[in-house]
């Protein structure tokens, strides 16, 4: 298997610190709104990362936060008179909810800010005592000139990060990369420590959580392309600091998701939620469409073509799906022996094995639907057609494509045979009916 790492900026073969075991964390959201489907690319993408470290036999620790403390909270909750905390709570219940229409595994482990405040401080303070931050008037900044290959994640050399526009200006800082550790406030929710009452800077959350919950450097590190930097660049600093790594062996940056031409942005206003979209199954289906490093772009044509071959995904599934189940044969437990079908296997792991290349699985999982409606309609396949079941399970399950179907009932039963006995008996009007009833239940 092989893994883009953007700290090396290439392709390298994966190998986890401990066998067997794979070791992941992703930065999750700040929850002071919903989250829009440029939001929900990474919660779906390294969602199939973790499916297909699964289907390789690897036991997945999986650590996904909750930015529960912001400005941006701070300032919605003013906005609706109500608590910073129930803010978040309102919001990360959101959240989950969409995570869970989008058919992601929800049993992974979910860390607050505000449930990691004494382990926030007492690294922070570590820092201090260490030479590697500093306080001014109760803030409490980090030293970057310590940190001799600052910039390697980003790709930047420290000339181009001064001038960054994200870069503050602040007459209290020694170098204008410095970030903030903390922050003193009298504004919203804050914390005793004792640098000041105030709060943590974003940057120090995610790598104290790391450090906390996995005690070591783990195998991989997730997130946007934005988030590069100087969000990932420095927990990479003060890990370096702390404890001589870099916070993960492999770092993975999904890209943008544009609304036509322009990044979908909340500031921008340019956004769709997820719990707006009613085809959650083809917004996963599209989400995964393109590799997970490119660019994807959103417009309402693209989408509804996805949504249909969605349509026809499922529709293919179902079919095979209740033909077997109609002739009582069917086999979820067989072997797959066929050459095309164990072929397209083949395909859709070397594209996993390839960086998690989702666009060429999924073009796997379309060849495996069309040697699917290519032997339909034929007799005497059944065990072709319970293969080809168990293959599109495989592939639908890693990609975390839910199709929701059920076993014939016995009324549907009798509703097949009574259309079998009409078209026996050339009563084509009663026929219509019994197969426009089974066509409804999507049994025919």
């Given at each position: 298997?092989?893994?883009?790492?953007?700290?090396?900026?290439?392709?390298?073969?994966?190998?986890?610190?401990?066998?067997?075991?794979?070791?992941?964390?992703?930065?999750?959201?700040?929850?002071?709104?919903?989250?829009?489907?440029?939001?929900?690319?990474?919660?779906?993408?390294?969602?199939?990362?973790?499916?297909?470290?699964?289907?390789?036999?690897?036991?997945?620790?999986?650590?996904?936060?909750?930015?529960?403390?912001?400005?941006?909270?701070?300032?919605?909750?003013?906005?609706?008179k109500i608590p910073e905390l129930e803010l978040s709570s309102?919001?990360?219940?959101?959240?989950?909810?969409?995570?869970?229409?989008?058919?992601?595994?929800?049993?992974?482990?979910?860390?607050?800010?505000?449930?990691?405040m004494a382990p926030i401080i007492e690294y922070i303070?570590?820092?201090?005592?260490?030479?590697?931050?500093?306080?001014?008037?109760?803030?409490?900044?980090?030293?970057?000139?310590?940190?001799?290959?600052y910039g390697v994640l980003a790709n930047r050399d420290v000339d181009e990060m001064i001038a960054g526009s994200r870069i503050e200006v602040n007459d209290q800082k020694e170098n204008p990369l410095d970030f903030t550790l903390w922050k003193k406030t009298e504004d919203g929710i804050k914390f005793d420590a004792p640098f000041s009452l105030g709060r943590p800077g974003w940057h120090t959350e995610c790598v104290v959580m790391i450090d906390d919950i996995f005690g070591e450097e783990i195998d991989i590190h997730g997130g946007g392309m934005g988030l590069k930097f100087p969000h990932h660049e420095n927990e990479i600093a003060q890990a370096e600091a702390t404890h001589h790594h870099h916070v993960a062996r492999y770092w993975m940056h999904n890209g943008l998701l544009n609304f036509k031409d322009t990044k979908m942005s909340k500031s921008l206003g340019n956004v769709i939620f997820v719990k707006d979209v009613n085809e959650k199954m083809p917004l996963r289906y599209y989400l995964l469409s393109t590799h997970y490093r490119s660019p994807l772009v959103f417009t309402d044509d693209v989408f509804s073509m996805y949504v249909k071959e969605w349509e026809k995904l499922e529709s293919a599934y179902r079919s095979v799906f209740y033909k077997l189940d109609l002739a009582d044969t069917l086999n979820e437990d067989i072997q797959i022996t066929d050459s095309a079908v164990l072929a397209e296997i083949q395909n859709f792991e070397e594209a996993m094995d390839n960086d998690f290349n989702t666009a060429n699985a999924i073009t796997a999982l379309q060849s495996v639907l069309k040697i699917a409606?290519?032997?339909?309609?034929?007799?005497?396949?059944?065990?072709?057609?319970?293969?080809?079941?168990?293959?599109?399970?495989?592939?639908?399950?890693?990609?975390?494509?839910?199709?929701d179907v059920s076993r014939i009932s016995q009324e549907d039963r009798a509703v097949y045979q009574k259309w079998l006995q009409a078209r026996t008996d050339k009563d084509y009007d009663l026929a219509d009916q019994y197969r426009k009833e089974l066509m409804e239940k999507g049994i025919l």
């Open positions: 298997m092989k893994i883009y790492n953007s700290y090396t900026d290439s392709l390298e073969e994966f190998q986890s610190i401990h066998p067997e075991k794979v070791n992941m964390y992703v930065c999750g959201p700040t929850v002071y709104n919903y989250i829009h489907i440029g939001n929900a690319r990474p919660v779906v993408f390294f969602d199939t990362v973790r499916r297909y470290f699964e289907y390789k036999g690897y036991t997945v620790q999986f650590v996904s936060n909750f930015t529960d403390v912001d400005d941006k909270i701070i300032q919605k909750a003013m906005e609706d309102f919001f990360i219940r959101a959240f989950m909810q969409d995570v869970e229409d989008l058919n992601c595994i929800t049993d992974y482990k979910k860390p607050k800010v505000t449930d990691y303070d570590h820092l201090i005592q260490t030479g590697f931050a500093y306080q001014v008037d109760g803030d409490v900044y980090f030293r970057v000139s310590k940190i001799k290959d409606n290519v032997n339909l309609r034929k007799t005497n396949n059944d065990d072709l057609m319970n293969q080809i079941i168990v293959a599109l399970e495989l592939m639908t399950n890693v990609l975390g494509l839910r199709i």
